[in-house]
C-alpha cells in the first residue's frame, strides 16, 4: 500500500500527502486533486496517459526548474521519479505496474462501443484456440450445410492449421478470418468470370446434333475422297490420251502434206513433158511414155495414201473429242467434288469446333459448381468464425465482468452485461446502453471496470476521479464496496477526488483536504 505521496513542483503543488487504504482526496476546484491522482499514476507507471507517455509530456506539468514524485510504501520502498532541463530519472520499480492505461472516465465514454469494448476485450487473458476442435467444427458446419468436398474447401487454409502462437487465440483467429475473407473475394470473381464465358459460348452455340452425324461426315468425307482419286486418275489418264490423239493428228496432217506436195509435183512432171532445147517442140518418144506410165502409177499410189491419211486425220480428229470431253467432264467433277469436300470439311470444322465449346462449358460448368460450393463453404466460414469470435469474447470478458460487477451492482443495483458488442445493464425492464448512462452510473460502470482490470496487478489500486458525480447515497454504497474488495484481498488501495461537499463518510475513509497553495 502507497502510504505517503511526495509532490515537487508538480502543476504548482509542493507537499506530501498521506494515503490510507481508502482515501478520498476533498478539495474546491482548481486547487490539485487531480494533481495527486496523476502523480500517484505517475509514480506507478513512470506517466499519466491523460498526459501522455512521452517524458516531454509529463514535463509539461513542471512549475518549477525540476520536478519530482515520489511514492512511498508501507514496506518502506520509495519510487522516486524527477525531471530537470537534461530529460528524466527515476529509481528501480520492483512492482509490475497496475494496469493505469485506463482513458479518463470522460474519454472512456467518448469513444464507440466497439473501441471500448476492443480496448477492454484487449486486457482479457484468452484461451489457446484448439486447431483440432476447430477444423473438426468447420467440417461439421460445412457438411451440414451442404457444401460437398470439404478438403478442397478447407485446403487455402492449411497453413493456419497450427497457429503462429497459440497463446494469441485472438490474432490467429482474426488472420483465418482475413485468409477466408480473401478466398470468398476470390471465389466470388471467379464465378463472376465463368457465366460471363460461359454465356459467350452460348451466344456462339449451333443447333444440337447427335454426335453420330459428326461420325457420318467423317465418312463420308472419306468416300468422297476415294471418288475423287478415281476422277482424277480418269482425268490424268484422258489428259495423257487427248495429249497422244493430238500429237497423232499432228503427224498425221503433216504426213499428208507431204503427200499432196509429192502428188502435185508429179502431176506437173506428167503435165509439163520435157521440150527439145533447140526448138521447143516436145520430144515423144517410147521412154517418155514408159516415164509418164510410171508417174502416173505413183501419182495413184500417192492418191492411195492422201485417201487414207484423210481417213486417219479424221479418226485421230475423232479421239481427240472424244478424249478432250472426257478430260472436260473430269474436271467438271473433280470441281463439284472439291465443292462437296469443302462443305463437308467446313462443316466437320464447325462441329469440332462445337465439339470443343461444348467439351470447354462442360467444364467451366463443373468449374462453376466448384466455385459455387467454395463460396458457399466460406459464407459459412464466416459464420462459424463470427460465432466462435463472439463465444470466445464472451468466456474471455465474463471473468472480468464478474469481477467489475463487485463494485458496480453494490452502486446501482444492477450488473454490466457484454452483448452485440456494446456493454448494457437493465434498469426497470429497459436495456441501457453506455451513451446514455447517468452520471452515478458511468462512474460505478468505469470504477468497476478499472478495478476488474487491476485485479491482475500488485499492488492492486484504484484510482477514481470525480467522485462528485455520485450521489451521496451512492457514494457511500461504492466506497463500502470498495472497502469490502479491500477486505477480501482482491484490492490493495483506493484513492478517489472529490469537490467540497457535506459528505459524511465512514470512519474507514481517509479524507485529505486539498486548499490552495499561496
Known amino acids: 500500500m502507497i502510504t505517503k505521496v511526495g509532490l515537487l513542483n508538480f502543476k504548482g503543488l509542493n507537499r506530501e500527502i498521506p494515503l490510507g487504504p481508502i482515501t478520498v482526496i476533498r ?22 496517459p491523460d498526459l501522455g507517455k512521452q517524458h516531454v509530456a509529463t514535463q509539461d506539468a513542471m512549475s518549477g526548474k525540476v520536478m519530482g514524485v515520489t511514492l512511498t510504501f508501507a514496506s518502506g520502498a520509495r519510487f522516486e521519479h524527477g525531471w ?10 520492483t512492482f509490475t505496474p497496475a494496469p493505469l492505461e485506463m482513458l479518463s472516465l470522460d474519454e472512456f465514454f467518448k469513444i464507440t462501443s466497439k473501441e471500448r469494448a476492443k480496448y477492454l476485450i484487449s486486457k482479457c487473458p ?12 468447420l467440417v461439421r458446419e460445412l457438411i451440414s450445410e451442404g457444401v460437398q468436398n470439404t478438403d478442397a474447401v478447407l485446403k487455402p487454409l492449411v497453413e493456419f492449421w497450427q497457429p503462429l502462437d497459440q497463446r494469441d487465440a485472438a490474432k490467429w483467429m482474426d488472420l483465418v478470418a482475413t485468409k477466408v475473407a480473401n478466398e470468398l473475394t476470390f471465389n466470388k470473381r471467379r464465378l463472376e468470370e465463368h457465366r460471363a464465358a460461359a454465356a459467350s459460348l452460348a451466344a456462339r452455340a449451333i443447333d444440337e446434333t447427335p454426335r453420330e452425324i459428326v461420325q457420318d461426315q467423317s465418312a463420308e468425307i472419306a468416300k ?5 482419286l478415281k476422277v482424277h486418275g480418269n482425268q490424268l489418264n484422258a489428259t495423257k490420251v487427248l495429249a497422244e490423239a493430238k500429237a497423232a493428228v499432228a503427224r ?7 503427200v499432196y506436195k509429192d502428188i502435185e509435183d508429179l502431176k506437173k512432171e506428167l503435165l509439163e513433158p520435157p521440150k527439145c532445147s533447140r526448138c521447143g517442140v516436145v520430144i515423144v518418144c517410147e521412154c517418155q511414155k514408159d516415164a509418164a506410165a510410171k508417174v502416173e502409177i505413183e501419182i495413184a499410189s500417192k492418191d492411195k495414201l492422201q485417201t487414207k491419211l484423210i481417213s486417219d486425220l479424221k479418226t485421230a480428229n475423232l479421239r481427240v473429242e472424244v478424249e478432250a470431253g472426257v478430260a472436260n467432264q473430269a474436271a467438271v467433277d473433280l470441281a463439284a467434288i472439291d465443292e462437296k469436300l469443302n462443305g463437308l470439311r467446313v462443316l466437320q470444322a464447325k462441329w469440332e469446333q462445337e465439339r ?5 462449358t462442360a467444364e467451366q460448368s463443373v468449374k462453376g459448381d466448384e466455385y459455387e460450393n467454395a463460396i458457399l463453404g466460406y459464407k459459412v466460414i464466416v459464420k462459424v468464425i463470427a460465432e466462435e469470435n463472439v463465444k470466445r469474447i464472451e468466456r474471455s470478458i465474463t471473468p472480468l ?41 458511468r462512474l460505478a460502470v468505469f470504477a468497476g471496470l478499472q478495478f476488474a482490470l487491476s485485479a491482475g496487478s500488485t499492488p492492486k489500486i484504484l484510482i477514481v476521479d470525480e467522485l462528485g458525480r455520485m450521489t451521496d447515497g451512492s457514494l457511500g454504497r461504492f466506497l463500502k464496496a470498495i472497502s469490502d474488495q479491500i477486505a477480501a484481498g482482491t484490492l490493495t488501495q483506493f484513492i478517489g477526488a472529490i469537490p467540497l461537499g457535506p459528505e459524511v463518510f465512514a470512519d474507514y475513509v481517509s479524507v485529505v483536504d486539498i486548499k490552495r497553495q499561496q
Open 252 to 258: 498425221i496432217t503433216a504426213d499428208g502434206r507431204r
Open 356 to 360: 470443343g465449346r461444348r467439351s470447354v
Open 126 to 137: 484468452t484461451a489457446p484456440v484448439n486447431v483440432d476442435d476447430f477444423r473438426s467444427l
Open 84 to 93: 530537470d532541463s537534461k530529460g528524466y530519472t527515476v529509481t528501480p520499480n
Open 27 to 48: 478539495g474546491g476546484n482548481m486547487v490539485g486533486k487531480t494533481a495527486v491522482l496523476s502523480a500517484v499514476r505517475i509514480g506507478l507507471l513512470g506517466f499519466d
Open 401 to 441: 465482468l464478474d469481477t467489475a460487477n463487485l463494485i458496480i451492482k453494490p452502486v446501482i443495483n444492477t450488473t454490466l452485461k457484454y452483448e452485440d458488442g456494446e456493454f448494457t445493464f437493465m434498469r426497470s425492464g429497459n436495456v441501457v446502453r453506455m451513451k446514455v448512462m447517468s452520471g452515478t452510473e
Open 224 to 228: 468422297v475422297t476415294t471418288e475423287r
